[in-house]
């Protein structure tokens, strides 16, 4: 879906990125930008290499050249800046501005730059003399403008709330490159992973003629996202890949505050040294209220009842917490305790039993899951985790 500008909120963290330095090898030099656009443009066997140049100012050893197929017998060139003509050689261009290519009687008819300037914008022409007939070809060049730092705006059909972004939704965000010639190249990611190009819409131009009277182009283009839990502290990018860029790219980032109710499968540790601890890692975002039912006793988070020890849950990152039950006074065999965290997006309550076993009474299926390095009268506990809502059920053996 297309949105119209005033659809759009700007949350955009813009920087300018390290990209890739170009090779050695390439035969136009790094500070030049060739844009082929298709098939070399020919005229009765004529050619202009490259059609279209763009190239920042003050580039050095800038080339261009006029190719035919047959001996040329004369050749002349008018280049952007000077108002003659002049004969494409060694006697007849300006100062700072030699001949190039293989020679008129291997059809190649070309000059050399030793700096582009300002001035040289515009079109160059070769007149060529083949058989007694001229010949024309020119080729447009064109000096590079940077565009403005890359920004990302999120549609305003994605649902945000306190700062973060309600999962099970399709986020709708614009990236913009604005005012650079030629136009950006745009790429989607998240985190390190390019996104596939079927959540990208067209990419859309829009011209703007500055003050000099130049054609600066901006590039927008559309993704469509859809947003899970697991997608919770990455970061959607977008990189505008420019030629005048000193660095190759900007990019954007949008960072992703997922909300999400507690998940049904957290992580379970019991340990029984000097008291024993339930240690359960849930995964929500925002961070979930607690309480553990024991015995017929609640006990909230932060508080004491009895041998029982509520801590409130820790923040680990990325939509982790840690929840623990500390228990001061010796267990039965068998522990089933319930837990229960809520957030503002749900609640969901995990019932966990704990049995005890010293190492010669473990259940043999379970005797393989044991570190060899764990025997020595030691407690092991084998913890089962059903939660309520859900059909997930798991069994594991933790020392």
Known sequence: MNLEPSAWRRRTQSSKAVATSASASVWWYVTVCIALGGSLVESQGLQAIP????????????????????????????????????????????????????GWSKGECGV?????????????FCNVTVGGQVFQQSIDIMLTVTPEPTEIEIGKDTEISNGGYRENQTLTA????????????????????????????EIQLKNRTDNKGKTLVTVEQELRYFLTAQDNGK????????????????????????????LPTPTVDIRDSPNEMINVTIKANPRPSTSWYV???????????????????????NGNFQVILKINEPTEQTEL??????????????????????????PDDDVDDVDEKGRNGAVFWLISIWTFCTSVIFTCLLR
């Open 51 to 102: 059609p279209r140049l763009y190239v920042k100012n003050l580039s050095r050893n800038v080339n261009l050249l006029c190719k035919s197929d047959k001996p040329i017998e004369d050749c002349s060139v008018k280049i952007p800046g000077y108002l003659q003509w002049s004969t494409a050689d060694d006697s007849g261009l300006p100062s700072g501005i030699g001949p190039y290519g293989d």
């Open 235 to 262: 970061r959607i990018i977008c990189r505008a890949s420019h030629f005048a860029i000193g660095k190759g790219f900007y990019r954007a980032f949008l960072p992703l505050n997922i909300h999400f109710a507690p």
């Open 174 to 201: 614009r990236c913009i490159s604005q005012d650079g010639v030629p136009m950006s190249n745009l790429s989607w990611y998240l985190d390190d992973d390019l996104l596939d190009s079927s959540l990208l819409g």
């Open 112 to 124: 050399r730059f030793m700096v582009v300037k300002s001035a040289n914008e515009g079109k160059f």
């Open 337 to 362: 305790i319930e837990l229960q965290a809520t957030n503002g997006l749900g609640s969901r309550t995990y019932v966990i039993k704990g049995s005890k076993y010293l190492e010669n009474e473990i």
């Open 295 to 317: 015995k017929g006793q609640t006990i909230e988070e932060g508080l004491t009842n009895g041998p029982y020890q509520a801590y409130i849950p820790k923040d680990l990152g």
